[in-house]
């Protein structure tokens, strides 16, 4: 069963968003993920971390939610140094269809800070793959997050970016920046980081006319950032700042503390820090000459209107959620009308190697038997899904026991 326990900045507040992500980024995710795996009643998970969300997305036995629930909270809280009941009020549960309608929901940048914004569905997809390739995942996992996928596709494509122009928590920033800057496009931007926000930040100054950016990476990431993106690298990270009339930081680690800024001889400083775990010490915003601009000031300017979406946006969600449920119900069925005609196929193949003239008379026969085995299993293969989303399956399935003596398993009311 799909299980999804959310803390986002619609369920908490921004303080507790921001101890519950350091605690997390203070271990290696694939770290948190075996932690969470070796609860019993676990058996796949994936950890869904962003600049304004942390998600667990859990596949686990369906009678044993509240044991699972209890034991992520409380693990988490330990973590955090919260009381339990802190952290249960500042997380959203969600299960089965509910969880996968959020997730499509989250992929598809509708409940997100700035709503439609386009870099989440590259989050997820960067998370999920963590998750996978560590073999943390399962089956049912796998479905529902390429689904989510393929529904961020389809909703963008369908109802265009939401607002009329590509969002993000980077272009909202820099809407706000506009405010504190007397001249956007002549400004000097150092950029700190090279993930998605950085990306988003090049095209978005570009747009602006802004032609003066840096970027530093403490990773020694910045060469290649700056060379596929058309800005200067540079290698150290003082003299930049001094010279910064804007500096954008979304990083894993802390970037700017107070006494790594210089007394500016220039015009003042803007730091916007879109990290959470923040990336700026707060009492940056103290010192001369600096404004901060950091996640919770931005939020209070960004319309926040969670899950009301538009009905082409809802419609298309709510179909992929029916189509993943569907062939979630069919899987049995289809699973055992496979093996049926696996086992068939298999005796054919050895039946038809012995009669064999030579090896690549067996190897066409075996060929053209396989062939026509996918043929004939496709139709009865859609004609379950169809079933199931009819919420005919238990005919289908008696259908199918009478003819050839397959039975899936029992359908659940």
């Known amino acids: 069963m799909l299980l999804a326990l959310s803390m986002t900045h ?4 921004f303080a507790t968003l921001e101890s519950a992500t350091a605690a997390v980024s203070g271990m290696l995710v694939p770290e948190v993920l ?20 942390l998600e667990a997305y859990l596949d686990i036995h369906p009678d044993r939610e509240r044991d699972v629930t209890t034991a992520v909270l409380g693990a988490l809280a330990a973590r955090v140094g919260e009381p339990v009941e802190t952290i249960r009020d500042a997380v959203a549960v969600r299960r089965r269809d509910e ?33 996978r390739e560590a073999g943390h995942t399962t089956p049912d996992l796998d479905a529902v997050f390429q689904r989510a996928q393929r529904v961020s596709r389809e909703v963008r494509s369908a109802a265009g970016p939401v607002g009329g122009g590509e969002a993000s928590v980077t272009q909202l920033a820099l809407e706000l920046a506009s405010g504190h800057v007397e001249d956007l496009r002549s400004a000097q931007v150092l950029l700190i980081g090279t993930g998605a926000h950085a990306r988003t930040a090049v095209v978005a100054l570009a747009g602006r006319g802004v032609r003066d950016v840096a970027v530093y990476s403490a990773a020694g990431r910045a060469e290649r950032f700056a060379l596929r993106h058309g800005v200067r690298a540079v290698p150290d990270l003082g003299p930049a700042l001094a010279e910064a009339d804007i500096v954008l930081t979304c990083t894993s680690r802390t970037a700017i503390a107070a006494s790594d800024l210089p007394d500016r001889t220039r015009g003042r400083l803007l730091v916007i820090d879109l990290g959470l775990p923040r990336n700026v010490d707060p009492h940056v915003a103290d010192l001369p000459g600096v404004d901060l601009l950091d996640l919770d000031t931005i939020g209070k300017h960004a319309q926040v209107p ?37 086992d068939i196929l298999d ?18 026969t075996e060929a053209a038997l396989r062939h026509l085995a996918g043929v004939l299993q496709h139709g009865p293969t859609i004609r379950a899904r169809q079933a199931a989303a009819q919420g005919t399956l238990a005919e289908f399935d008696s ?5 050839l003596g397959v039975r899936g398993a029992p359908v659940t009311p």
């Open 10 to 13: 619609a369920t908490a507040g």
């Open 34 to 53: 075996k932690r969470t795996l070796a609860h019993d009643h676990i058996d796949g998970a994936v950890l869904l971390t962003t600049c304004n969300r």
């Open 99 to 131: 969880a996968a309608t959020h997730l499509f929901t989250v992929t598809s940048g509708l409940d997100s800070l700035v709503r439609g914004e386009g870099e989440i569905a590259g989050q997820v997809r960067r998370d999920y793959d963590l998750a």
């Open 306 to 342: 969670g899950l009301r979406t538009d009905e082409v946006s809802a419609t298309l969600i709510h179909d992929a959620v029916a189509d993943l449920s569907a062939d979630q119900d069919a899987a049995a069925t289809v699973v055992a009308l496979r093996r049926h005609v696996g």
């Open 347 to 364: 005796a054919e193949i050895m039946r038809a190697r012995r009669r064999a003239q030579d090896v690549e008379e067996a190897d066409r």
């Open 399 to 403: 259908a199918l026991d009478r003819v």
